[in-house]
């Protein structure tokens, strides 16, 4: 499917002597921030989202958090093939559709409509690859008939299962122990009580067909493909084996990162599926994770409709870490709208301090597992000293340009 249009990222000039710092970020599965080697071509994949409710202030935050890593790999003059999914068949879809009586397509139609016009107004990159569960279910039952072939998969009624014994290496991405998987699985999508399983965490691969639901007619039955499957396919077949990047929030860490890890390990019989996994952290409103499922919403086109910059809500989101779980207040777009009226009005200024120590300082901080709050900090320092005092005549122009090709912020 089509994905958004993609802003302009202008381009800056180049550090002296070439010295960029390398990317650092966290991985998931090693525990420790690490440099991100990387060749020419940076592969990335971010789980995409589920179309309803969307786009929530929690989902802004775990995409431009990606977005920057895209940014920086990019001014290192990297290339970037980023895929991304949309959930656009699953239960939690249904479910809504069936409560409200909407058509799930059309429900699931403007959801994604709506999800693409608010990552454009942040300014989020666009993924090179946009794909639908919908639109991947050939090559999804495709992989699934070959799990069959090799028993990995294996029919429980209606239902096809995934074997979590396939690789030996399923835990390997999360570290989360057994019975902390089986809670985990319980409450994110997953099925541990149901009987006939070999293993209780064994996850659903093909959903048999149901009365009153949609289905495909396809090898391996009529039916519909299920989460996890979804995700290591769409990626698998568009990224290759070992690519650099899977990303999404951290409540995808157990059962979503390691059941997609383990099912195209299985299907490649090769590891890793990805070289890193990194996650974001959760953000939060009146002490509870922000999700659809709660209902305890902030949405970015209620924001947008109601006349607020997205450029202040895309700083607001930067204005933490995006490993750290946060809460979402009124407070912080407050902060964040007077930030960009003083950074608009630095920009605006004839001269200000040296703009290339800027810049270097900013790539520094942004490499550092995409240090935000110290970029802000920087970025804030840089603009109170531009609006008393400065000598630097090209300093207000490269500070408009960093911000905006680094941080994704058009002044
Ligand atoms: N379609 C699946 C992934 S394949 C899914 O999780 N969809 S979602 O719509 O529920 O979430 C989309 C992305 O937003 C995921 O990366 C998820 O981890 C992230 N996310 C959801 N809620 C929050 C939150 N409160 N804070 C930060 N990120 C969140
Ligand atoms: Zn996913």
């Not at 994604?112 to 990159?125: K, N, P, T």
């Not at 202040?312 to 933490?320: K, Y």
């Amino acid at each position: 499917m089509d994905a958004w249009p993609a802003c302009d990222v202008p381009l800056l000039p180049a550090p002296e002597g070439e010295r960029r710092p390398r990317l650092k970020l966290h991985d998931t599965a090693s525990g420790e921030v690490r440099e991100i080697a990387v060749d020419e071509t940076a592969r990335m994949y971010v789980c995409g989202i589920t179309p309803y409710d969307a786009t929530h202030l929690g989902h802004a935050a775990t995409y431009v958090a990606f977005d920057l890593v895209q940014r920086v790999w990019r001014d290192q003059g990297i290339d970037v093939h980023y895929v991304q999914n949309v959930t656009d068949v699953d239960d939690p879809l249904l479910e809504r559709a069936a409560h409200t009586g909407e058509s799930w397509v059309i429900l699931a139609q403007r959801e994604i409509d709506l999800f693409r016009d608010d990552m454009a107004a942040l300014r989020v990159l666009p993924p090179t690859g946009y794909v639908g569960a919908v639109e991947a279910v050939p090559e999804i039952t495709d992989a699934i008939q070959r799990l069959l072939e090799e028993d990995i998969a294996y029919p429980v009624g209606d239902d096809l299962y995934f074997d979590v014994t396939a690789t030996g290496r399923f835990g390997d991405v999360s570290h989360v122990e057994r019975a902390e998987m089986m809670e985990l699985s319980a409450a994110r999508g997953g099925d541990p009580q149901t009987a006939g399983k070999r293993d209780p965490l064994d996850s659903l691969l093909w959903r048999g067909q149901r009365h009153g639901e949609p289905y495909w007619d396809t090898p391996v039955g009529r039916g519909r493909p299920g989460w996890h499957v979804e995700c290591a396919v769409i990626a698998l077949n568009r990224l290759g084996v070992d690519f650099d990047l899977q990303g999404g929030g951290s409540d995808l860490v157990f059962p979503h990162h390691e059941h997609s890890a383990a099912t195209a390990e299985a299907l490649t019989g090769k590891h890793p599926f990805a070289k890193n996994y990194v996650h974001a952290g959760m953000i939060g409103l009146d002490g509870e994770k922000m999700s659809k499922s709660r209902g305890n919403l902030v949405l970015v086109s209620k924001l947008r409709a109601a006349g607020v910059d997205p450029m202040a809500i895309r700083l607001a989101l930067l204005d933490g870490h995006y490993r750290a779980d946060r809460e979402w207040t009124g407070g912080r777009l407050g902060k964040a709208e007077a930030r960009l009226a003083r950074w608009r009005a630095a920009a605006a200024q004839e001269t200000g301090p040296d703009g290339a120590a800027l810049l270097a300082r900013l790539r520094e901080r942004l490499a550092d597992d995409l240090d935000t709050p110290g970029a802000l900090a920087l970025a804030d320092e840089w603009a109170q000293a531009a609006l008393s005092s400065g000598e630097d005549a090209d300093a207000p122009k490269l500070f408009r340009t960093a911000v905006d090709a680094l941080l994704g912020v058009a002044l």
